[in-house]
């Protein structure tokens, strides 16, 4: 248990997966947290809580201003410009002087009124961070650290301008809450602490990865309903990371059946402004989703929907994911009725292999990405030495190997190039993998075959 006395760090950030909309990428902010920020404060004697790892026993917004009112250091991280974490920033600045750390990844454009206020900055590739800027992080951070707990200028704008007495809290009412509440832990010795967000979605997440998803989508939906009130249990904007998740729950658990599972699914994504979103990765399950529902006879406007939603990401984001789905997409279209003439149908073939071409390159580029950093000393030396982060990311990394050479697989297939088809499908199979993950190509390859099949019958009749 932390002592009394223990210092208090309170972190400003998202949390999961988050779209960098200045760039298009997606920001795995979670790794920040637990790589970069997490470890530097606890190993200089501080508690460290973001507002996911609170347990919220009233409104949330109460303890999340008393979280930056109190906290004797708070560090915000406004990586994608998340706009909260940018609002909560500025309350801070509003409410102390001084023990502010601002904090962002390299890539994201500073709005002009935080261009004079010190950021600290790291290098984050998306879904990992490099070995070696972990470790060069840390050190910055701890030097941060050490700097503001000991240095007596204030650091926020509005003291530094305005020259302002800060606020002070009725630190005795606080103080006799605070007794109470140990007072009556102490006396239950029953008394068990609820599960905060953080750990719902981290249980969640397992679920996921382990295709149980009928209990990633109760998780989910819990995470939602944590700290909503009865009057607005039904609003779903609360925190769309948690929304998509519980989507993609919602869609893979096909229940009560398939079809009202992906009816139930978009439905959620509509709820956070689907049509106008230029978030990645709501885009791509919308597309995924779109795709499912025109296999399923649902009709041809889920194809167009679909279509428009793999566009979209692909032109935003431009990866492997979008294009090799795009490519597909516009096979399908190519066959349906929305192609009234020759024409249309021959640029929407075309098209797809061009898309599959551009697959291949990304697939050259990001497999010599992963391989630099495999290679690299200081991957090396993490694994020799059982780096706990070393050998997570090692993981990951082999896991998107196998993914992309599933890409190459079905790229060249659509090409029509076979060996190198069958060159790619040899060399997935020899890495480690779960059996779904190749059960996957092959759902895509027979479903190419057959279109294949009927594009020939469609030049054979004209």
């Known amino acids: 248990m932390a002592d009394d006395q223990q210092k208090r760090c309170f972190v400003v950030m998202g949390f999961g997966t988050k779209t960098d909309f200045a760039t298009g990428r997606k920001l795995d ?3 920040s947290y637990r790589l970069l920020i997490k470890p530097v404060v606890e190993a200089k004697g501080l508690a460290c809580v973001r507002a996911d790892e609170i347990v919220y026993t009233g409104s949330i917004d109460v303890q999340m201003y008393m ?27 509003a409410l102390r002087p001084r023990t502010t750390i601002v904090i962002s990844e390299n890539k994201m454009p500073y709005p002009f009124d935080l261009n004079h206020i010190k950021i600290t900055s790291y290098a984050h590739l998306g879904d990992a961070i490099d070995y070696e800027e972990v470790e060069r992080f840390r050190k910055v951070l701890t030097e941060t650290l050490d700097d503001v707990l000991h240095i007596d200028e204030p650091d926020s704008p509005v003291y530094t301008f305005l020259q302002l007495d800060p606020p002070s809290l009725r630190e005795q009412i606080a103080h006799a809450v605070e007794e109470k509440k140990r007072a009556i832990e102490a006396a239950d010795e029953s008394y068990i602490n609820p599960k905060t967000l953080a750990v719902i979605t981290e249980d969640a997440e397992e679920a996921l990865a382990k295709n149980d998803f009928i209990t990633a989508k109760a998780l989910f939906n819990s995470a939602l309903l944590i700290g909503k009130t009865e009057d607005d249990q039904n609003k779903m904007g609360v925190n769309r990371y948690l929304v998509h998740r519980l989507a993609l729950a919602t869609y893979k658990a096909k229940l009560p059946d398939e079809v009202t599972a992906l009816y139930d699914a978009l439905k959620l994504l509509l709820d956070i402004d689907l049509s106008h979103t230029n978030d990645t990765e709501t885009v791509a399950l919308a597309g995924a989703i779109e795709k499912r529902l025109y296999e399923n006879k649902q009709g041809e406007e889920h194809l167009s929907a679909g279509i428009l939603y793999y566009q979209r990401g692909y032109y935003l984001l431009n990866n492997r994911y979008h294009g090799i789905n795009l490519a597909f997409m516009l096979d399908y279209r190519a066959q349906s ?12 073939l075309v098209n797809a292999k061009r898309i599959r ?8 580029k990001d497999w010599e990405q992963i391989k630099a950093r495999q290679e690299s000393a200081a991957m090396k030396d993490g694994l020799q030495r059982n780096d706990a982060y070393s050998l997570s990311q090692n993981k990951a990394d082999k896991e998107q ?13 659509g090409l029509g190039d076979m060996d ?20 996957s190509l092959q759902e895509q390859i027979e479903k190419l075959k057959k279109m294949i099949q009927n594009q020939q019958l469609i030049e054979e009749e004209h």
Not at 357 to 364: A, G, S
Request: glycine fraction near 2%.
């Open 29 to 31: 902010l979670n790794k």
């Open 67 to 93: 979280e930056l009112l109190n906290a004797d250091v708070v560090i915000a991280d406004i990586s994608t410009a998340n706009p909260n974490a940018l609002y909560e920033l500025g309350v801070r600045h």
């Open 337 to 348: 009725s929305l192609c009234t003439t020759k024409d249309e149908r021959i640029a929407d």
């Open 357 to 364: 071409k551009e697959v291949l390159l990304m697939c050259d």
């Open 401 to 413: 190997l196998f993914w992309i050479l599933i890409n190459r697989a079905e790229a060249n297939f």
């Open 420 to 439: 190198a088809y069958q060159k790619a499908v040899d060399d997935a199979g020899k890495m480690e993998h779960d059996e779904w993950m190749m059960d």
